[in-house]
């Protein structure tokens, strides 16, 4: 059998070929630092250690401390990341292991299911490539929830899109059992599916209302998967979100070509022509999908207070389908005007390879250690020397400094500790920067250190116990 017929017959190998470029772009830095990339990581590993620690627990003592709070993130990313690290022997090892493989299975999922939607291998590959061009691939090699979720993304809506399609009851469950998956995994992704499904539910039923019986069945079969985790929670401690844990950040609009790449964009363009003189049902549902999240992505300018960066994020998935259906749109043009296809073979080859280049150079960001990007070294400096001297009893108060470092790393109580939406109540932490405490504060608060950057001044009643290039440790006199 010949390599071109193997290909034809399964098509799953091409599929595979930008996602195996990105498992080996994310296995560069993985193999490069000995600690996982990214700020959030860090709270997700001290979550993981603490269901080892304690089982699956509601509670988490170690955080916002010395109060504590309910776990408001759900499980199912923890529980993952302690059974890699049960393998490998360590979180954070574990947490590194999974950096490739989630980015290999987001791009595969995003290529496969653009696939089955147009039955076109062309639209798979393309789609698979084209994440390369946005910024976002930045955050795909990130372990972290949102990525596992991100791979559950487009197989929720592809199969939802089938029960709706073949009106199969079958095919409703089995994409709502997946997202109540989500429901369990992250929270801002599982709430995307249901404003993109709904949408789409309600706009085709206009034509046909007993599809909405299959929205109903997929809706109600999340809802009792994600029942698992949040209805005892809620029924223990009710809803907690404070708004105020992320500050808002707006991507404008003509910030777009930068995010999405212009590339992206313009192959887009052309898929949307295709599809709006087209209508079929998958046209509809993708741009939906894409309509929908760019709408909510851009509440700021109503002063809803967003991070629209993280809401665009989803509108990836639908654009790079788009950009795929645009590809496939062109090489039907360029056959039409008898113009060679060998020349279009080698443009879109090119534009493959440039992606991948791309995609490649967003490495340099790591390497220069933005602070999202990676943690610095003198943070884990920081957690390091709480893993050997601390007490694992008292707080500590960090100013200016994340936190989730210390108690994941040392399982130190910290004064805030990641997720701030969960938070019940929290210290005074400015307080304690200022100087403007008392004694009677640090025993009443349980205070045993304060970590400041280098050149603030000494809190009252404490003694300089460490200090680096950038932060400086505390320890209150008793």
């Given at each position: 059998?010949?390599?071109?017929?193997?290909?034809?017959?399964?098509?799953?190998?091409?599929?595979?070929?930008?996602?195996?470029?990105?498992?080996?772009?994310?296995?560069?830095?993985?193999?490069?630092?000995?600690?996982?990339?990214?700020?959030?990581?860090?709270?997700?590993?001290?979550?993981?250690?603490?269901?080892?620690?304690?089982?699956?627990?509601?509670?988490?003592?170690?955080?916002?401390?010395?109060?504590?709070r309910p776990i408001f993130y759900p499980p199912v990313f923890h529980l993952l990341l302690l059974s890699v690290g049960l393998i490998f022997g360590d979180m954070f090892t574990a947490a590194r292991v999974l950096q490739p493989v989630l980015t290999l299975f987001l791009f595969l999922s995003f290529a496969y299911v653009a696939y089955k939607l147009y039955e076109s291998v062309?639209?798979?590959?393309?789609?698979?490539?084209?994440?390369?061009?946005?910024?976002?691939?930045?955050?795909?090699?990130?372990?972290?929830?949102?990525?596992?979720?991100?791979?559950?993304?487009?197989?929720?809506?592809?199969?939802?899109?089938?029960?709706?399609?073949?009106?199969?009851?079958?095919?409703?469950?089995?994409?709502?059992?997946?997202?109540?998956?989500?429901?369990?995994?992250?929270?801002?992704?599982?709430?995307?599916?249901?404003?993109?499904?709904?949408?789409?539910?309600?706009?085709?039923?206009?034509?046909?209302?007993?599809?909405?019986?299959?929205?109903?069945?997929?809706l109600v079969s999340a809802l009792m998967v994600a029942s698992i985790w949040w209805v005892p929670l809620l029924l223990k401690y009710g809803l907690v979100f404070n708004s105020g844990g992320d500050s808002p950040y707006m991507v404008s609009l003509l910030s777009y070509p930068k995010f999405f790449g212009v590339i992206t964009l313009l192959f887009a363009f052309f898929g949307a022509i295709g599809m709006i003189k087209r209508r079929s049902r998958q046209d509809v549902l993708i741009l939906i999908a894409l309509l929908s999240i760019l709408l909510v992505s851009n509440l700021n300018y109503l002063g809803v207070p967003i991070l629209s960066n993280r809401f665009l994020t989803f509108a990836l998935f639908p654009l790079v389908v788009m950009a795929g259906v645009g590809v496939k749109y062109l090489k039907t043009v360029i056959a039409e005007k008898n113009i060679s296809q060998k020349f279009y073979g080698i443009f879109i080859a090119c534009v493959y390879v440039s992606s991948v280049m791309i995609g490649y150079s967003m490495l340099a960001d790591v390497d220069s250690g933005f602070l999202w990007l990676r943690a610095s070294d003198g943070e884990l400096d920081i957690a390091e020397w709480f893993q050997e001297n601390g007490d694992k009893k008292s707080v500590v108060v960090a100013y200016n400094f994340r936190d989730p470092f210390i108690v994941s790393i040392s399982r130190q109580p910290v004064a805030t500790g990641g997720y701030g939406q969960g938070i019940v109540h929290t210290l005074d932490i400015q307080k304690y920067a200022d100087g403007g405490m008392n004694q009677s504060d640090y025993i009443t608060d349980n205070v045993g250190y304060v970590v400041l950057p280098s050149g603030m001044n000494a809190p009252p009643y404490t003694t300089l116990a460490y200090k680096n290039s950038y932060y400086q440790i505390f320890t209150f006199n008793r």
């Open positions: 059998m010949s390599y071109p017929q193997i290909l034809r017959e399964k098509p799953f190998l091409l599929l595979l070929i930008p996602a195996l470029a990105a498992f080996f772009i994310a296995l560069i830095p993985t193999l490069k630092y000995q600690w996982p990339l990214g700020g959030d990581i860090f709270y997700h590993v001290h979550l993981a250690k603490l269901y080892m620690e304690q089982g699956l627990v509601y509670w988490d003592p170690l955080t916002s401390a010395p109060y504590g062309l639209v798979g590959v393309t789609a698979g490539f084209f994440i390369f061009f946005s910024v976002v691939f930045q955050r795909f090699i990130l372990p972290g929830p949102e990525n596992l979720a991100l791979i559950l993304f487009p197989l929720v809506i592809y199969g939802f899109y089938l029960s709706t399609q073949n009106k199969s009851f079958k095919y409703a469950s089995i994409s709502g059992i997946i997202a109540g998956v989500v429901f369990l995994t992250h929270m801002l992704s599982a709430s995307f599916l249901v404003l993109v499904t709904s949408i789409y539910a309600i706009l085709i039923s206009l034509k046909d209302k007993s599809i909405l019986k299959y929205w109903l069945l997929f």
